[in-house]
Structure formats: C-alpha cells, structure tokens
T-cell receptor, first 114, second 113 residues
C-alpha cells in the first residue's frame, strides 16, 4: 500500500448507529488531519494530530470523536449523527504539522446518514 | 468572508485550449502559504504546488503555470493546451501560521475532446 488509504470508501448509517472511519498513511509522516467535504462548500478542517496528539479541534460537534493511536493511523468515531453530517470525509497527512508542509490526501469515505 | 475565493464554479473548454483558474485569498498575516490541489473523480486531492508569501516568482511546470500577485491577493493557475485528463475539480488553499488551512470551494474543469 502506498500513500494514504481510507476505509470504508462508502458508508450508510442511521442516526442511532455507531461507526468508525479508518485512515492509514504509509508515508512516514508525523501529522494527520480529518476534513469534511460537503457539496458547494469549502473543505472544512476538523482535526489535526501531531505525533498522536490532537493539536487542533475546529469546533467540531462531540458526535465526532477522533483517535490517533500512532502516527500512521487515524480514526474518526461517529455516533448519533445527523443527516446534515452526510459528506465526503477526507483524511490527509503531512511530514509535520504547520503551514509549510503540503498535505497528502486519501480517497475519502462517502458517508450518508439516513 | 471566505479566506479563499474561487469565483468560477464550473468551466468547460475544448481540448487544446488554454484555461485559467482564478484564486483570490484574504489574510492579515505576512507569512503564509498558498497551494493548489487537483481532485479527480477518484476523490483524493493531489498536491500540485506550494508557494510562500515571500516568493512572487511565477512558476511553470510542463503545461501548468501559476501567477502569484500579492498586490491583488491572487494566485491563479493556468493550464496550457488542456487535455481530457485535466478534467477534475481544482482547489486553491491558504495556510496561515499554526495549523489552519483554508480551502476554496473549488472549480470544476471539464475538458471536452
């Protein structure tokens, strides 16, 4: 595997379900990110992790819970979501956090909340 | 107000035409970085270029070129002799000190054979 991988690629869940999105990077990077991409809106940065520590949480509702067990893996745990949470969730990584470094993205998980 | 504005929502060009994608940004920081990414139908954003705020030199990479003008807060992207494989959504992004990244809404480019 190369680059950034995400599973599952598609997910349909009810509002009372609990599910998790997984991201893995094979680039030896130290920073990882979660973004939300909704139609006709800018990508929204949700969380930033640096060496497994959360360094940014951009006012994301608590129904989204990130977890970074090591620098290669990042999870987004989902519970009691709303239909407006339906979107493409993108994971990214960079060599280090901070403005200087370009990010490498995974293919995303298309989430539909019913 | 949006930090990054991509006013062109959709553009269609015929193959071999040149096309310019506009990006206007807003920041009060003197040190910042600008990026362009390409998102093909497969979904993942592909990094194209990074430019720091102190380097206003234009850059050319094959058929791609970028025009950075601080005076107009713009960082435009031109594809010369467009090809069908250039069809994608293109995003401009701004990063400020710290860990904040701001993306535009993207421009969907369709190159017609």
């Amino acid at each position: 595997e190369t680059g950034v991988t995400q599973t599952p690629r598609h997910l349909v869940m009810g509002m009372t379900n609990k599910k998790s999105l997984k991201c893995e990077q094979h680039l030896g990077h130290n920073a990882m990110y979660w973004y939300k991409q909704s139609a006709k809106k800018p990508l929204e940065l949700m969380f930033v992790y640096s060496l497994e520590e959360r360094v940014e949480n951009n006012s994301v509702p608590s129904r989204f819970s990130p977890e970074c067990p090591n620098s290669s893996h990042l999870f987004l745990h989902l519970h009691t979501l709303q239909p407006e949470d339906s979107a493409l969730y993108l994971c990214a990584s960079s060599l280090y956090p901070g403005q200087t470094y370009e990010q490498y993205f995974g293919p995303g998980t298309r989430l539909t909340v019913t | 107000a949006q930090k990054v504005t991509q006013a062109q929502t959709e553009i269609s060009v015929v193959e071999k035409e040149d096309v310019t994608l506009d990006c206007v940004y807003e920041t009060r920081d003197t040190t910042y970085y600008l990026f362009w990414y390409k998102q093909p139908p497969s979904g993942e954003l592909v990094f194209l270029i990074r430019r720091n705020s102190f380097d206003e030199q234009n850059e050319i990479s094959g058929r791609y070129s970028w025009n950075f003008q601080k005076s107009t807060s713009s960082f435009n992207f031109t594809i010369t002799a467009s090809q069908v494989v250039d069809s994608a959504v293109y995003f401009c992004a701004l990063s400020e000190p710290g860990n904040q990244f701001y993306f535009g809404t993207g421009t969907s480019l369709t190159v017609i054979p």
